[in-house]
Every structure is written in structure tokens, then in C-alpha cells.
């Protein structure tokens, strides 16, 4: 039996040049595209094959969704629409089936499965979860089955330190609106730098996995 609840993860092909350009101007355009994609390549291997979910890559370029390619690790693939982030997260949200859906970011290096599972049991008995980050936005957000027709992301300031006030502020008044841990995502070499010190060693060529 195919899963019910489905995961999405928001993801660019790694490219030189394309990926983490804020991370690029501290690091390099090599560090960032190196920190980028073994953590994409990790969260993917972490979130796929446990059959609890379906996990489905909202790539970008569009094209990568009809071309694929080894990065995405024969993951089913769809395009990232137009528009703003939370545009393009609302529209890959409404491409899944019926069900709850738990949507995260591919830089947050200290997301695991078992944080997966905590966002859809909680969704059991919250109608939005949603994941902190410690700059102010945040690294995942769920919705339970029963208001799949929300509109979820109004007026949010995007990049900024309000994105998660701002989106909790837009919700129905009657949500019950659940929050995971904190985790960082990796923007700037700042944060690359504050999650290095702190995360368990054994990431690998100076990286360290959380």
C-alpha cells in the first residue's frame, strides 16, 4: 500500500554558482556547492525508503523535474512553480495527493527522519506544524489532511528574521498550530560557521553532521 502522507523537500540541482550564493561570498562558490550537495544527498538518503512516507523532490530549474539525474536519487520529482517562496511552497504542497504533507528545506544539515515523524504526529492533533529556524523562519512546515485548501502563506517577509511570526500571523485564528525543536538552516558563512562548532564531529572534510 502506497503511503498517505507525503513529504516535499524544496530543492535546486547543485550546481557551481547556483546554489547558497550568500554561503558563496564567505566560503567560495566550491565550499558552498560542496556543503550543498552532501547535505542534500544526506537528507534525501535520511528521509527516503522507511515507507511511513512518500518523499517527492520540488526541484528547480523546471527542467530537472522532466530530465532528473543522479542527484535526485530516483526520487519522484516535480517542478517549483513561479513566484515568491511561499508561492512556490504553496503550489508543491497542492500537487500532492489527499493527506497530510510536511514540507522542509534541503539546507538544514540537523534534520533527521525522526523529526519527520514527529511533524505527522503531530498533525494528528494540529492542523499546521511548523519547524523554527534560529534566524527567525523556519526549516519545515506541515498540514494535516482536513485543511489541505488553506491558503497558508499571506503577507510574509521572506528572508528576514519575521518570516515565521508572519506566517503563524496569517493562518486562521482557529488553526492549532504545533512547533517542532529549533534547527539552523545555512544561508551564510556565519551560520556555516556556528553549526560547524557546534554540530557532533564525523560530517567529513571538515564538515560535521548534527
Not at 71 to 95: C, K, N, S, V, Y
Not at 102 to 119: C, E, N, Q, T
Amino acid at each position: 500500500m502506497r503511503p498517505s502522507s507525503h513529504v516535499v523537500v524544496m530543492a535546486r540541482r547543485p550546481q557551481l554558482g547556483r546554489v547558497k550564493t550568500r554561503l558563496a561570498d564567505g566560503l567560495g562558490k566550491e565550499a558552498a556547492l560542496s556543503f550543498y550537495s552532501r547535505t542534500l544527498k544526506r537528507l534525501i538518503k535520511r528521509l527516503d525508503g522507511d515507507g511511513r512516507w512518500q518523499t517527492v523532490l520540488a526541484v528547480t530549474p523546471a527542467s530537472e523535474a522532466r530530465r532528473g539525474g543522479l542527484w535526485t536519487r530516483g526520487l519522484p520529482t516535480l517542478a517549483q512553480a513561479q513566484g515568491d517562496l511561499g508561492d512556490r511552497m504553496q503550489a508543491a504542497i497542492d500537487a500532492m495527493p489527499t493527506g497530510p504533507v510536511v514540507l522542509v528545506g534541503s539546507d538544514v544539515p540537523g534534520l533527521k527522519a525522526r523529526h519527520i515523524a514527529l511533524a505527522f504526529r503531530a498533525l494528528e492533533h494540529h492542523d499546521v506544524i511548523l519547524g523554527p529556524s534560529d534566524d527567525g523562519g523556519y526549516w519545515l512546515i506541515g498540514v494535516a489532511a482536513q485543511c489541505r485548501e488553506a491558503r497558508l502563506f499571506g503577507s510574509v517577509r521572506w528572508s528576514s528574521a519575521h518570516a515565521l511570526e508572519d506566517t503563524i500571523a496569517g493562518l486562521p485564528g482557529d488553526y492549532r498550530v504545533g512547533q517542532l525543536d529549533t534547527l539552523s538552516d545555512i544561508d551564510t558563512a556565519d551560520d556555516w560557521r556556528r553549526w560547524r562548532n557546534s554540530a557532533k564531529p564525523g560530517y567529513g572534510d571538515g564538515e560535521r553532521e548534527g
